[in-house]
């Protein structure tokens, strides 16, 4: 095998945030893509050409895929040329790493499997997921020989790859960036840059499977490290009287200084996630890593206490307004400015807690998405002069594009509670 190689069947196991667009983009180079995943209304979506997910870009190139006939979708392993495993590795009790769907995804394509088959895990995992992958993967197919210790002549090849995209740009991204290439063999990675050769234009670069999982894990709590500082900022200055964006602003002017803007806290499938795999491996050791997440797990609840103070206030106030008088009204859900991605999302968490806290009547703003989740219900989806014109509480969690001359709009009598920046 060498970097000319070519696929002509390729699976993607799991069509969410990251398959989906990866599927995409192997389709968009003429090559047969097989996308699986166990939610039937996503399988159904995607053959009928449409989306179930918002990515700028990526319905035209799906419909496009699709019409063609080189992108088809189902909820059953199919025999292909190489498998990409891009499914979900939360975590569970006390930020235990779960990667029970990726020992699923082995399970399910175990018995497709052939030789001369790639192999290619995605997920966001633990150091040493790969190592357990192909476990998992000989046990199921004790016919099959797979990259373990001691093996020779080994005929279905296994690699690492995580994703280091940016929803919203992942398309662009996908094609542009760089990637890690982490192969259980030098084969391995071999045939693996070969894959992702097919329309990647960033420079491919092979280590082995464990630096590639750590590299992963060091990039989005590198990230987090530094947001965690630039929250913790944010609570010594309100407590100091200090503005903390005009603190940034100036300090940032140091040639070597740029602190990141504080939020409302973390969220996402990947930095609120990802730091708990190094915790839990090296408990000992990860000491910066746990304080940074505990210091941006803890910011949400700085924002509650905010708001539960702005609600004493008023109704403190002569006219002794009773609770259930006041209106509050809370912008922005998403875990990030401009998507309609609510995983791990600090302000739909703020959103939850206030809703249950509080006898105030309740308005939720985000232009991303056109129905609130379940646990919201009790409040009202509205835009943002509706929420504008009936509140007294103003609570901006994201800095959404439709948010960004909020400033203006404020009456006088609101009290507003800025997580983001936005006001200032």
Request: charged share 20%.
């Amino acid at each position: 095998m060498n970097a000319t190689e070519t696929f002509k069947t390729v699976s993607m196991i799991g069509l969410g945030y990251i398959g989906l667009p990866t599927a995409a983009m192997f389709a968009a180079r003429r090559i047969r893509v097989i996308g699986v995943d166990v939610n039937q209304r996503a399988v159904d979506t995607i053959n009928e050409g449409r989306i179930h997910i918002v990515e700028p870009e990526l319905d035209m190139i799906v419909h496009s895929a699709v019409t063609q006939g080189f992108l088809r979708a189902t909820t059953k392993p199919e025999p292909a040329d190489a498998f990409l495993i891009a499914v979900p590795t939360p975590f569970k009790g006390d930020h235990e790493p779960d990667v029970s769907y990726v020992k699923a995804a082995a399970e399910s394509i175990a018995p497709v499997l052939r030789p001369g088959n790639l192999v290619v895990l995605e997920s966001t995992s633990p150091v040493g997921t790969t190592e357990e992958l192909v476990q998992w993967l000989a046990e199921a197919r004790p016919d099959l020989r797979f990259p373990v210790a001691g093996a020779s002549e080994v005929n279905v090849n296994v690699a690492y790859c995580p994703e280091r995209v940016l929803p919203g740009h992942v398309v662009r991204e996908l094609v542009e960036n760089d990637r890690i290439i982490g192969g259980l063999t030098a084969t391995c990675s071999e045939r693996a840059v070969a894959l992702y050769r097919t329309f990647v234009q960033g420079e491919l670069l092979i280590t082995n499977a464990r630096t590639a999982e750590m590299c992963k894990l060091s990039e989005n709590s590198f990230r987090d490290v530094n947001i965690a500082f630039a929250n913790e900022l944010s609570i010594i200055c309100d407590k100091l009287d200090i503005s903390v964006w005009e603190l940034i602003r100036l300090t940032n002017r140091h040639p070597r200084v740029k602190i990141l803007q504080p939020g409302t806290g973390v969220g996402g499938h990947c930095i609120a996630v990802d730091p708990w795999f190094i915790v839990n491996k090296t408990p000992a050791e990860a000491r910066l890593i746990r304080t940074a997440r505990e210091v941006n797990d803890a910011k949400p609840q700085w924002v509650l206490d905010r708001a539960a103070a702005a609600v004493s206030r008023l109704c403190a106030t002569p006219a002794q307004r009773k609770e259930e008088q006041l209106t509050i009204a809370v912008l922005g859900l998403a875990f990030k400015p401009n998507i309609d991605d609510l995983r791990e999302s600090p302000a739909l968490h703020v959103a939850e807690q206030l809703l249950k806290s509080t006898r105030a009547q309740m308005y939720f703003v985000e232009p991303n998405v056109s129905a609130l989740p379940r646990t919201l219900t009790d409040g009202a989806l509205v835009d943002v002069a509706g929420a504008l014109e009936r509140s007294d509480i103003v609570v901006v969690l994201v800095a959404h594009r439709e948010f960004q001359d909020l400033a203006a709009k404020l009456l006088p009598h609101q009290i507003a509670i800025d997580a983001v920046g936005v006001l200032s």
